[in-house]
């Protein structure tokens, strides 16, 4: 894959409230590093969760990207994790699902297919903005 150019991402995400980050940094170590830039270069607070591909992650680095995060924002609450399901017609993952029983999000978004898709189920809405790179995750079986 080819990342997305920085100046474009500076584009898209500079001067939002919060840049949500569903997973897969990919930087294989360097996900600090990657993370502050996102955030210095966009002037814009970031927030991720791990991904499946996010390795060599040590105690500080799961800090960083933890499995989940809850996020308070405009009188929602929002659970941001990285697999949740392949999309609407699919099974919600069971540990997602006990997550959001237990949390009772207004929101989840997530990560893990790289394709765009937002649905509604049980009186939840799942979103996956998809990927901010290349589309070349198209391609992949999830």
């Not at 897969?24 to 791990?50: F, I, M, N, R, Y």
């Not at 997530?110 to 990927?131: E, L, M, Q, T």
């Amino acid at each position: 894959m080819q990342p997305c150019p920085l100046q474009a991402v500076v584009v898209y995400f500079s001067g939002m409230h919060q840049i949500l980050h569903a997973g897969d940094v990919g930087h294989h170590g360097s996900h600090k590093e990657v993370l502050q830039q996102l955030a210095t270069s966009t002037s814009t607070p970031v927030l991720a969760v791990a991904g499946n591909v996010d390795d060599k992650l040590d105690a500080a680095g799961h800090c960083m990207l933890p499995s989940h995060r809850v996020i308070h924002a405009a009188g929602w609450v929002v659970l941001l994790v990285h697999i949740v399901a392949a999309g609407p017609a699919t099974k919600i993952d069971a540990s997602v699902a006990s997550l959001v029983q237990q949390i009772q999000p207004d929101i989840v978004v997530c990560g893990h297919s790289h394709k765009p898709a937002c649905w509604v189920a049980d009186g939840v809405y799942y979103i996956n903005p998809g990927s901010a790179g290349s589309s070349c995750h198209e391609q992949l079986p999830r």
